[in-house]
């Protein structure tokens, strides 16, 4: 089966957060990326707004409303709370409506996402969010970590999706690791865990042209959320070129 590419766009707005101005655009990167075949976008505001800011999302929504085609993602810590311009996540979601809302478990002082949801603590703190989103019509995806008991109860909220976390993976395949293959058979058992109960599995963080034909091996992948590595790919090789790239991979012709 095909895997659903969305582009993260953080980095690009990184990047023109550097200067005063709206260069690089987001909003016409965006462009770019949907007319290069991409099958979805990826944000993910943070209250610091050290990448994108609440208005790329309100842009980026509007773009995505003429393309039926194509979904919007928007990530986010739901516990965050507003913050100067900042109006926390569920108020964009509100005001954007999304199709899909992926909640992680981060932080100011992390660099980025780093881990998935601990639910034995949070799943309390994460029902009433959770009826929120499903009364705005948004499909749920909690970021978790290959865990087959914490994906168990992330199945118990009543969510539709879960992101697998990549990073451990994407990090030991890169330093040519034994323990690649170990890394596979435990992203498998917990994507095979995962549709027996019910949930649809994404994946994301740090997946490249290198090692996503290999992670996309445990088969059933809904969809990937890749924007670090594909914005770097697309120095080298422009834009719709990593896009074309990507998806090429995601449709099984690597």
Request: proline content about 5%.
């Amino acid at each position: 089966m095909s895997t659903a590419l969305s582009v993260n766009l953080n980095k690009i707005a990184l990047l023109r957060n550097s200067r005063e101005g709206d260069y690089p655009s987001v909003l016409a990167h965006a462009k770019v990326c949907l007319e290069a075949g991409a099958d979805g976008l990826t944000v993910h505001p943070r209250p610091d707004q050290r990448h994108i800011r609440p208005g790329d999302v309100l842009q980026l929504a509007e773009l995505i409303a003429q393309h039926r085609e194509v979904e919007f993602n928007i990530e986010g810590n739901p516990f965050a709370p507003a913050r100067g311009s900042y109006p926390g996540l569920l108020n964009l979601v509100e005001q954007t409506r999304p199709h899909q809302c992926t909640l992680v478990p981060d932080s100011d002082n992390q660099l980025t996402s780093d881990h998935g949801f601990e639910l034995n603590s949070s799943a309390e703190q994460l029902k009433p969010i959770i009826a929120r989103l499903h009364q705005l019509g948004v499909r749920i995806s909690l970021f978790m970590d290959p865990d087959p008991e914490q994906i168990r109860l992330a199945s118990a909220l009543g969510v539709e999706r879960i992101e697998l976390y990549t990073g451990p993976y994407a990090e030991r395949y890169q330093t040519g690791s034994a323990t690649t293959e170990q890394d596979l058979a435990r992203y498998r058992k917990a994507r095979e865990i995962a549709n027996q109960c019910g949930l649809e599995v994404n994946a994301g963080h740090d997946l490249n042209l290198e090692n996503l034909a290999d992670f996309l091996s445990i088969d059933k992948v809904i969809e990937v959320s890749i924007g670090h590595a594909l914005t770097v790919d697309a120095l080298n090789m422009g834009l719709a070129n990593a896009v074309a790239a990507y998806r090429n991979i995601c449709q099984g012709n690597a």
